[in-house]
């Protein structure tokens, strides 16, 4: 893991301009720069250590344009009130489209955890997303059907507050859904049992992959309930061979899908200002990203 002081000595190194700045349209040469988006989770150590401020900078200055938040607490995102928040990401030329959070959620705490939302729709509201999605549910041996079916009415709830306040509600994906109980698909039942008008699916196309699951065809079955995705690889996008990204992304433009983030959890060497500069420059390289 970084300290605290390398972390610091490469942001300011990437801010003083010793890494890829974003295309900038001129008279003279005028291209479209790629609306590459950014799961912050990827930059959680440097947050960490050097605060969100640091980390929007390194995010900003490589190219990233569209954020995904994943950091909420009782009204704050990244410790900072939501309408700061959004001034500071629309001051770099970045936009936060999207947010991680969630509860888990029992019968017994159902008044709980929906005042929870109430309150969390709000401050994200506030922040300006399209979407907020819940990036995880609690499965084990010993999950059936029954609690299956009980967090999708659990979902289909939230999605209809959210869509209240114009906000689009879904969930992302891990490599456990495409396990089974009582012999169905976790992530088929999860899609059969959610409402369509109210909850949406973000494809993390890895964890999918790494499941059992084939991304494509998943993308192309259910485009009109996978409105985002996680594109993400072992480290680095691209690096590991593992994943075709090209019949990816090829279905993706099929779909009409514009709101994708990179996240990258582990990074070769640690250095995470590095890998997302890595991995943006292998997105931006590739004709088939739009």
Same mark, same amino acid.
């Given at each position: 893991?970084?300290?605290?002081r390398?972390?610091?000595?490469q942001?300011?190194?990437?801010?003083?301009?010793?890494?890829?700045?974003?295309?900038?349209?001129?008279s003279?040469?005028?291209?479209?720069?790629?609306?590459?988006?950014?799961?912050?989770?990827?930059?959680?150590?440097?947050?960490?250590?050097?605060?969100?401020?640091?980390?929007?900078?390194?995010?900003?200055?490589i190219?990233?344009?569209?954020?995904?938040?994943?950091?909420?607490?009782?009204?704050?995102?990244?410790?900072?009130?939501?309408a700061?928040?959004?001034?500071?990401i629309?001051?770099?030329?970045?936009?936060?489209?999207?947010?991680?959070?969630?509860?888990?959620f029992?019968?017994?705490?159902?008044?709980?955890?929906?005042?929870?939302?109430?309150?969390?729709i709000?401050a994200?509201?506030?922040?300006g997303?399209?979407?907020?999605? !819940?990036?995880?549910?609690?499965?084990?041996? !010993?999950?059936?059907?029954?609690?299956?079916?009980?967090?999708?009415?659990?979902f289909?709830?939230v999605?209809?507050?959210?869509?209240?306040?114009?906000?689009?509600?879904?969930?992302?994906?891990?490599?456990f859904?495409?396990?089974?109980?009582?012999? !169905?698909?976790?992530y088929?039942?999860?899609?059969q049992n959610?409402?369509k008008?109210?909850?949406?699916?973000?494809?993390d196309?890895?964890?999918?992959?790494?499941?059992?699951?084939?991304?494509?065809?998943?993308?192309?079955?259910?485009a009109d309930?996978?409105?985002l995705?996680?594109?993400k690889?072992?480290?680095?996008?691209?690096?590991?061979?593992?994943?075709?990204f090209?019949?990816?992304?090829? !279905?993706?433009?099929?779909?009409?899908?514009r709101?994708w983030?990179v996240?990258?959890?582990?990074?070769?060497?640690?250095?995470a200002?590095g890998?997302?500069?890595?991995?943006?420059?292998?997105?931006?390289?590739a004709?088939y990203v739009k």
């Amino acid at each position: 893991m970084q300290n605290r002081r390398n972390f610091l000595k490469q942001a300011s190194l990437l801010l003083a301009g010793g890494l890829v700045v974003p295309k900038i349209l001129t008279s003279c040469n005028i291209e479209k720069t790629k609306q590459v988006g950014l799961q912050l989770y990827s930059l959680r150590e440097m947050i960490n250590e050097a605060g969100i401020g640091e980390a929007l900078g390194v995010a900003a200055k490589i190219g990233y344009t569209k954020l995904e938040a994943a950091n909420y607490d009782n009204g704050m995102i990244y410790g900072m009130r939501p309408a700061e928040l959004k001034k500071r990401i629309g001051d770099l030329g970045m936009q936060c489209t999207s947010a991680h959070l969630g509860q888990a959620f029992t019968r017994e705490n159902e008044a709980e955890v929906m005042a929870w939302w109430d309150k969390a729709i709000e401050a994200h509201r506030e922040l300006g997303v399209t979407y907020m999605v !819940q990036p995880w549910m609690p499965v084990s041996e !010993q999950t059936t059907l029954d609690d299956l079916k009980m967090y999708c009415d659990y979902f289909n709830a939230v999605g209809e507050k959210a869509a209240a306040a114009g906000i689009g509600f879904g969930y992302h994906n891990h490599k456990f859904e495409f396990n089974r109980v009582d012999g !169905q698909v976790i992530y088929d039942f999860l899609l059969q049992n959610t409402d369509k008008r109210n909850v949406l699916f973000e494809l993390d196309v890895y964890w999918c992959q790494e499941g059992g699951g084939n991304p494509v065809a998943y993308l192309a079955d259910c485009a009109d309930r996978i409105k985002l995705v996680h594109i993400k690889d072992e480290k680095e996008i691209g690096a590991s061979g593992k994943m075709n990204f090209e019949p990816i992304f090829n !279905q993706m433009n099929a779909n009409g899908i514009r709101d994708w983030y990179v996240e990258v959890e582990e990074f070769t060497g640690n250095d995470a200002v590095g890998g997302l500069r890595q991995s943006f420059d292998f997105l931006d390289k590739a004709a088939y990203v739009k």
